[in-house]
């Protein structure tokens, strides 16, 4: 399940900034019944992910997105983890090729 969800506003002078995070959860349940015992397991996960800040001011409403820079690093290096390799194990063949 996936939703956004506003968290409790915070006043700076005039305005009133309100955060808003994105919410991932699974829920996975399960129940064994057998003819000589009943048995149950539930398991859970819930992420928050802030994505945007919400100006409330007399002038309006606007809101301000925000950009998860860790996330996009790590993705790229994650990328390079699996490409470097790649091309370094390219780069020995066509060199052992030549030779």
Not at 7 to 35: H, M, N, Q, Y
Not at 58 to 65: D, H, L, N, S, Y
Not at 92 to 98: E, S, T
């Amino acid at each position: 399940m996936l939703e956004e969800v506003e968290g409790a506003p915070i006043r700076v002078g005039e305005r009133k900034l309100v955060p808003v995070v994105r919410v991932t959860r699974r829920v996975r349940r399960r129940a064994l019944v057998g003819s000589d015992r009943v048995a149950a397991q539930g398991q859970g996960f819930v992420h928050l992910r802030p994505v945007a800040i919400v100006e409330r001011s007399a002038a309006g409403e606007r809101r301000i997105p925000i950009h998860d820079r860790t996330t996009q690093m790590l993705s790229g290096l994650l990328l390079a983890a699996f490409i470097i390799p790649l091309l370094l194990g390219v780069a020995v063949r066509l060199a052992r090729g030549r030779t």
